[in-house]
Every structure is written in structure tokens, then in C-alpha cells.
């Protein structure tokens, strides 16, 4: 049964930056497309990046040109750079396949961004 284990979040002004990693039990990355999620308080869980088993990635309007998705296939990693972060980028953050799969929920790790 892979897991995945998300860290690196934290408190941050709006504008700062922080980096999510995504730690895989099992080889996932490389036979399936990742996504990065994200929950808000009181709103649906929305997907904000993705990376294919080739390295293809795409980006939500709204975090378009702030976040960054890569990848580290050898530790089993996948990350998300955030930059110039906002107020309404706060949430928990999750990894998954994509689509996802009720098996990889992992707890998240919470993005709180102060104005």
C-alpha cells in the first residue's frame, strides 16, 4: 500500500514562499499523474498543479506563474515551490494521483499566508 506524506507547511506574509514535498512509500510518480491539492476552510478541495510520469505539468489559473510542481524520482519526491504567496492561497495541502484515489489521502500539511 503506498502512502504518501506531505510536509513543509507553514506561516507565511503574503509574498513569501515556502516548498511542500510529497514522500511516496512506493514508485507512484512514476506510473501515475500527481497532483498537488488544496482545501480551504468552507470550500471544496480544488486541484492547483500536476505532473505526468513525463514530466508534463499544469497549473490552475489561479496559482499560475507563482507555483512550481518538480519532481525527484529517485527519493520518490514530488514538490511544490510556492512564491508570492496571497491571503487566499491558505489551505491544506494534499498530494494524490490524479484523479485521485481514497487510498493515498494523506493529513496534509497547512498553508497559513498572513496579509
Known amino acids: 500500500q503506498v502512502q504518501l506524506v506531505e510536509s513543509g507547511g507553514g506561516l507565511v506574509q503574503a509574498g513569501g514562499s515556502l516548498t511542500l514535498s510529497c514522500a511516496a512509500s512506493?514508485?507512484?510518480?512514476?506510473?501515475?499523474?500527481m497532483g498537488w491539492y488544496r482545501q480551504a476552510p468552507g470550500k471544496q478541495r480544488e486541484l492547483v498543479a500536476t505532473?505526468?510520469?513525463?514530466?508534463?505539468?499544469n497549473y490552475a489559473d489561479s496559482v499560475k506563474g507563482r507555483f512550481t510542481t518538480s519532481r525527484d524520482i529517485a527519493k520518490n519526491i514530488v514538490y511544490l515551490q510556492m512564491n508570492s504567496l496571497k491571503p487566499e492561497d491558505t489551505a491544506v495541502y494534499y498530494c494524490n494521483s490524479v484523479p485521485p484515489s481514497d487510498a493515498y489521502w494523506g493529513q496534509g500539511t497547512q498553508v497559513t499566508v498572513s496579509s
Open positions: 505532473i505526468t510520469p513525463g514530466a508534463t505539468k
Open positions: 512506493g514508485r507512484i510518480f512514476r506510473i501515475n499523474t
